[in-house]
Nanobody, 115 residues
Framework: VQLVESGGGLVQPGGSLRLSCAAS????????MSWYRQAPGKERELVAT????????NYADSMKGRFTISRDNAKNTVSLQMNSLKPEDTAVYLC?????????WGQGTQVTVSS
């Protein structure tokens, strides 16, 4: 099982980034996919979730209207489009897959928002 995130980097405040997570080794379409983030000294927090069946989405309040999660079950990928980025969005962003019995986590990709 692998979840490999990509797309992180350094961006100025107000800028955009698109994160991607490539999944392999499990039945991707059967899993709810989420993005979490963890900033230094802070607890890990949920960013966004997309369901396996209906692709319904859910966002943390601070991300609503700025972030968009999407998935492509044919390509086994989940993406996170992040707009209007703020310095407080700086964190390691992790992709996770939640199934009925198992959950999997990626290693994360660093996002730094700074001028």
């Amino acid at each position: 099982v692998q979840l490999v995130e990509s797309g992180g980097g350094l961006v100025q405040p107000g800028g955009s980034l698109r994160l991607s997570c490539a999944a392999s080794g499990f039945t991707f379409s059967s899993y709810t996919m989420s993005w979490y983030r963890q900033a230094p000294g802070k607890e890990r927090e949920l960013v966004a979730t997309i369901s396996r069946a209906t692709s319904s989405t859910n966002y943390a309040d601070s991300m609503k209207g700025r972030f968009t999660i999407s998935r492509d079950n044919a390509k086994n990928t989940v993406s996170l489009q992040m707009n209007s980025l703020k310095p407080e969005d700086t964190a390691v962003y992790l992709c996770t897959a939640q199934g009925l019995y198992y959950s999997y986590w990626g290693q994360g990709t660093q996002v730094t928002v700074s001028s």
